[in-house]
């Protein structure tokens, strides 16, 4: 049986989300469309209700080559610990659109949003920052319905980021996005294209009742 039109979007939304880098344009995102994926990141689902998240818009371009100086470090850092043909992989993939993009959001982690007793968080500290992230989600299928690009970038410091957006020492820096109009969002994503990683069957990662021997 074929989905409802509303499911499939969604569905189609999912699967054409993309981490973008080369494709940004550099046009400025419309406040009304920022608005609304910001309003829907911060529809999230979050462990005791705590909304832990903050969201820091970048956009000064000094700040936005600081930071992309920085990750440039970072990605010869890691380069050098590669060989052979995962070093020319490597080469390839373009890991980040900090200044083409035009917008960094920042997100950030502050497990002290809500008090000291968190409903749910008692057992499970990290449960915060697991709301963080589908914040982070929300942002990004939003961004991908309204036909925006995002690239998070993680080749950084998190106490650099911390220091460079002005975050208290308590609040985590959990991402840097790069938001903004692309060109395109491709077919198959740079990892694939490149053949650093391929997608795995669902069903090497579906198991019944327990986890299998290996």
């Known amino acids: 049986m074929n989905a409802p039109p509303s499911v499939a979007a969604l569905y189609d939304i999912i699967h054409?989300?993309?981490?973008?880098?080369?494709?940004?344009?550099?046009?400025?995102?419309?406040?009304?469309?920022?608005?609304?994926?910001?309003?829907?990141?911060?529809?999230?689902?979050?462990?005791?209700?705590?909304?832990?998240w903050d969201f820091v818009l970048v956009r000064a371009p000094e700040t936005l080559v600081t930071f992309r100086e920085h990750v440039a470090t970072e990605r010869r850092a890691f380069a050098e610990t590669l060989d052979g043909e995962r070093a020319e992989t490597f080469a390839k993939?373009?890991?980040?659109?900090?200044?083409?993009?035009?917008?960094?959001?920042?997100?950030?982690?502050?497990?002290?949003?809500?008090?000291?007793?968190?409903?749910?968080?008692?057992?499970?500290?990290?449960?915060?920052?697991?709301?963080?992230?589908?914040?982070?989600?929300?942002?990004?299928?939003?961004?991908?319905?309204?036909?925006?690009?995002?690239?998070?970038?993680?080749?950084?410091?998190?106490?650099?980021?911390?220091?460079?957006?002005?975050?208290?020492e308590h609040v985590r820096p959990v991402a840097w996005l790069c938001v903004g109009h692309v060109a395109e969002l491709p077919e198959v994503p740079d990892l694939e294209r490149y053949g650093w990683r391929s997608r795995t069957p669902l069903s090497t990662v579906v198991h019944q009742e327990r986890y299998p021997s290996r």
């Open 16 to 52: 054409r989300r993309r981490d973008t880098r080369r494709e940004f344009t550099g046009a400025p995102i419309e406040s009304e469309v920022l608005e609304r994926i910001l309003a829907a990141a911060h529809a999230a689902p979050s462990v005791g209700m705590s909304q832990p």
């Open 93 to 168: 993939i373009k890991i980040e659109g900090i200044c083409e993009s035009g917008l960094g959001v920042v997100v950030g982690y502050d497990p002290t949003r809500g008090g000291p007793r968190i409903l749910g968080r008692h057992a499970i500290d990290d449960a915060g920052l697991y709301s963080v992230i589908c914040a982070i989600q929300n942002l990004w299928l939003a961004a991908t319905a309204e036909g925006l690009g995002v690239g998070w970038v993680s080749f950084y410091r998190e106490e650099f980021l911390r220091a460079l957006v002005g975050m208290p």
